[in-house]
């Protein structure tokens, strides 16, 4: 019963924020939807979170190279489009959005992906969904330590620039850049380190919503609308 109880809040809230945001509508004020959750989140830290609330809370702050709309379609998210894969299906080359902000106004890099992946790949990281990146180039060898998390196939050819580089074709890559695969802000992850995501003000928002007045232990937040390009969510 939970599960349908939860899932039916989430499609409901779909709808309400979709008919909020539609072409026709009369009016551009803000409003405000409250949604509810079973369970409070444990972390906003993609790399670490192993629950499905603290998923919900990264789904609503945070944007991929790509993105899925409410039919199930893959679209562009940070990434100007959804790239054609070469080298046998096995490069990835993408081009980032000029638009592409962090809630702080920096603008997304290449190399905040690779900070990301690298590190959710990183044994020290202990995240127990590195096998997401199974597909990359030495992923092996990095989770068991023989070579460094930098040797992961993925490289910053510049600041809007990304190249991923995969062993094998993966079927599901697109899905997984726009729902797994997600950047994390490189000054920010620098900065509180292994602390990063445990609060809203150790975290740090690309996507639709900023995250306001969390931390595990709080049973209400905010999310807040912001002005950066971002897929509005639910």
């Not at 919900?56 to 790239?83: F, I, R």
């Not at 068991?144 to 992961?152: F, H, V």
């Not at 620098?190 to 003000?201: D, L, M, N, T, W």
Request: aromatic share 10%; charged share 20%; hydrophobic share 30%.
């Amino acid at each position: 019963m939970r599960k349908v109880f939860t899932y039916g809040l989430v499609v409901t809230s779909a709808i309400l924020l979709s008919a909020c945001s539609s072409k026709g509508s009369t009016s551009n004020k803000q409003k405000t939807l409250n949604v509810m959750m079973i369970q409070e989140p444990s972390t906003a830290d993609p790399n670490k979170g192993t629950d499905v609330y603290s998923a919900s809370l990264v789904h609503q702050t945070l944007e991929g190279l790509y993105d899925v709309t409410n039919t199930g379609k893959v679209v562009p998210g940070v990434a100007t489009k959804v790239v054609k894969p070469t080298n046998h299906g096995k490069t990835y080359t993408f081009t980032l959005k000029k638009n592409a902000k962090w809630q702080n106004g920096k603008p997304v890099t290449a190399e905040d992906f690779v900070t990301s992946f690298d590190r959710q790949v990183d044994s020290k990281t202990k995240s127990q969904y590195a096998s997401r990146f199974q597909a990359f180039k030495n992923f092996a060898d990095v989770q068991k330590g023989s070579k460094k998390p930098t040797a992961l196939g993925v490289k910053a050819l510049g600041q809007r620039k990304l190249r991923v580089t995969l062993t094998t074709p993966d079927p599901e890559f697109n899905f997984r850049a726009a729902t797994e695969y997600y950047p994390l802000n490189t000054a920010a992850v620098k900065k509180y380190g292994q602390q990063y995501g445990i609060s809203s003000v150790k975290t740090l928002s690309n996507g639709a919503f900023s995250l306001q007045g969390w931390n595990p232990s709080k049973d209400a937040w905010t999310y807040k609308k912001t002005s950066i390009s971002g897929m509005q969510r639910v």
